[in-house]
């Protein structure tokens, strides 16, 4: 516990007793905020009589919620004690560079850290031969794309050489008529640097055009799977905790599959944020044509417009 404070997290201490670690430990909103608070987790300890407090809230691939550090670290002020140490440690996959002047306003109390997930993925590879259980948390942690390898093979610089080109194929695939079909039945898509965002957030390169009140998202574009193609998909989708009729918009989901093959559900009544429909295909099944583009193109249309059916026959849903 020790090596992890203070050699991971940079915490200076001489030693560590009467630790305690909770998860999804919620706290209930303060006056002012939105919404509970739920960091990820709460390490106690104590260094002699002196007592720590650890926030630590990890993102995968994801963003931080609405307020949600600032939230945090309110919720440290209100359980300061005179002599505790209060720690707010942001954990997350990629980098995303926070002020720390915000989160911390009027909170001189705390220390703000930020981490990635490398440098547990590093710590914990220094203690494989120590431990037998560290080479299979080091395995899943790979395999979900915690290791980030710091060193550019062949296969990388390659697509960096091409990587304007290929993103001028894929926007060609979503713009002209395809942009134009897409607005015309569902209204204007999000502007194009919102596409870099998806791509480092969501692992998709996608054309999307939120609906009333982002309850629900009509999307085109290309999905980064665990596989040797992408692949490239027509979805509509919904947020349920922003969907006020999430019943009706799932009969409405569930009627139009069933008059249309080629479309199925997705992570429907799970704790996904995005719940929907979607109709994919590998770009594999588009490389024996001549034009790539315009059949990728051909098939969003085909897709966006038998999509329009929904709106057409439920005018009442989260439309635009």
Known sequence: MIDFIGNVLEIPVQEVKHSSIQTQVTFPALPHHQTDSRPDMVIRFYEGQKPYVLFIESKLGSQEGTDQLSRYADHLSVLANQGTKY???????YADEKDASPILENHANIVFRQMRWFQIFKWIK??????????????????????????????????????????????????????????????????????????????????????????????????????????????????????????????????F???????????????????GISCDRSLVEFLHYEDHINEISKFFLEKLNELHEIKVKNPDLHWK
């Open 126 to 255: 220094q203690l494989e031969s120590k431990n037998i259980y560290a080479s299979k948390v080091l395995d899943y942690m790979e395999e979900i794309g915690l290791k980030d390898n710091r060193q550019f093979t062949p296969v990388d610089v390659y697509a960096i050489q091409n990587m304007n080109r290929l993103q001028r194929m894929m926007d060609e695939c979503m713009d002209g008529a395809v942009d134009g079909v897409m607005t015309e039945h569902f209204g204007r898509a999000l502007q194009q640097y919102n596409r870099y965002n998806q791509l480092k957030y969501q692992e998709r390169y996608a054309k999307a055009s939120e609906q009333e009140g982002r309850a629900t998202e009509v999307t085109v574009g290309f999905y980064l799977i665990d596989d040797d193609y992408p692949i490239v998909s027509v979805v509509y989708e919904f947020c349920p905790r922003r969907c006020s009729d999430v019943p009706k918009v799932v009969a409405a989901m569930q009627s």
């Open 257 to 275: 599959i069933a008059a249309h093959s080629g479309w199925e559900i997705f992570d429907l009544n799970t704790d996904a944020e995005w719940q």
């Open 87 to 93: 720690y707010l440690i942001y954990l997350t996959q």
